[in-house]
């Protein structure tokens, strides 16, 4: 069995959609699952333990990601996927290095490859540098990130800032002398004292090359994209099926491309922006103006998704509006509460925009296993979601800068 742990929920089906690509029946939980779940994972290929630990203190995230690895040891795997953003976003008091630090420790693991290339989102690391598209990290949106922004490319830096073991690079001439090449690069960077080892990675032949000169190492850190580097098992698996129900889009990211999801589908949807001044002031009533806006839609129109939404234009982020730290948490905990009140009034389908909103919505929702199903663009997948002492829900959870403009439009076509 394959395991892995994510620092955020998004991340966690991302990877576990990747992993199904490759023909792993996967399922991702929600938390550290307890010695009770655990046989309800077993008939599984791969398991994703889902944390919300990607911006809270590094000692916090330490020690949830100890437990992840131990509840994933007790179902005896034997390599851990470390699963953080492919655009490393994290400050420099970030614990994306903590968090590696902690699981070489725990696996006895001499060393570790950084891979956050994830070349079919775009995500590639050419010379250790990190590049979106054709912009490097520290040139493309993500230097303006309003929480976590991206001044520097070089993958190297950045861990280095949070970690005090040093770091070596294998450039992607290596990587393309194939898998013995690679892997004595590895044992070269472990001679000289290094404990991880950037990788680049271009295309998804890189990928290959390094999963099968990993295929024995106790950890692996990076992005989803590594997962595609697997040899597909040829398994056929069943898509997800729909929940008959209501359906709705909450979108809490402010990354440009939820931005421009959310302008493509306002022709389409029925539409309400949150007002985060009255979410702050009375979070309460802010929820149920929503959700009787919602309910007044569904009487009109009981098949067409409704969207709610918290940034749509870039001069929202210019402003500062629904981006500072304080009002992103309470969107998050608005999107947490309304989530469970649309479910009671016969939502069952959701696509949430958003790392942060996602772990809130599921959270506020009760769920705690995902079935993974159905790809509909790189890192984003249909689920089903398994809800404590409710009805199953399926939803889409992606990461803010993913999916196709279209999204929250199409995605229920492809609901069987």
């Not at 902690?102 to 570790?112: D, K």
């Not at 990076?222 to 069943?238: E, Y």
């Not at 069952?348 to 509909?376: F, K, P, R």
Request: charged share 20%; with cysteine.
């Amino acid at each position: 069995m394959r395991g892995a742990i994510a620092d955020d929920f998004t991340g966690a089906t991302d990877l576990a959609g990747n992993w199904r690509a490759r023909g792993l029946r996967t399922a991702v939980v929600l938390g550290v699952p307890g010695p009770d779940h655990l046989a309800d994972l077993a008939d599984h290929d791969a398991v994703v333990v889902a944390l919300k630990i990607r911006s809270v203190p590094a000692p916090e995230a330490v020690e949830q990601a100890r437990a992840a690895y131990r509840a994933l040891a007790a179902l005896g795997v034997t390599q851990v996927y470390d699963k953080y953003c492919s655009t490393f976003d994290s400050t420099p008091e970030g614990n994306i290095g903590p968090v590696a630090d902690a699981l070489l420790e725990e696996t006895g693991a001499r060393s570790a490859v950084v891979v956050p290339g994830f070349p079919d989102a775009g995500r590639t690391v050419f010379r250790g540098h990190l590049f979106v598209g054709d912009d490097p990290l520290d040139r493309s949106p993500m230097k303006d990130h309003p929480l976590n922004p991206m001044w520097d490319s070089r993958v190297a830096n950045l861990l280095a800032a949070q970690t005090a073991h040093p770091v070596a690079e294998v450039p992607v001439g290596v990587v393309r002398a194939g898998e013995q090449a690679l892997r004595g690069a590895i044992v070269a960077a472990e001679a000289g004292g290094a404990r991880y080892v950037v990788v680049d990675s271009i295309d998804n032949d890189d990928l290959a090359v390094v999963a099968r000169a990993t295929s024995d190492a106790p950890l692996v850190t990076g992005g989803s994209g590594l997962a595609l580097g697997l040899d597909p098992t040829g398994a056929t698996l069943g898509d997800i099926t729909a929940v008959p129900g209501r359906r709705a889009v909450l979108a809490g990211s402010a990354s440009r491309a939820t931005q421009a999801q959310v302008r493509a589908a306002l022709p389409h949807l029925p539409h309400q922006k949150v007002d985060v001044a009255a979410a702050l002031a009375d979070p309460d009533a802010e929820v149920e103006r929503l959700l009787a806006w919602a309910r007044e839609r569904w009487a009109e129109q009981p098949d067409r998704p409704v969207l709610v939404y918290s940034v749509g234009e870039p001069d929202d982020v210019a402003r500062g509006r629904a981006v500072t730290a304080d009002a992103s948490a309470v969107v998050e905990r608005l999107f947490s509460a309304l989530a469970p009140r649309l479910a009671e009034a016969g939502a069952t389908q959701l696509v949430v925009a958003g790392g942060e909103t996602s772990g809130s919505v599921v959270q506020g929702l009760g769920v705690h296993v995902l079935e993974v199903g159905q790809l509909l663009s790189p890192g984003v997948s249909w689920l089903r979601g398994r809800r404590r002492g409710a009805d199953d829900v399926n939803l889409v959870l992606k990461s803010g800068n993913f999916g196709t403009e279209d999204l929250f439009v199409t995605a229920w076509e492809e609901l069987a």
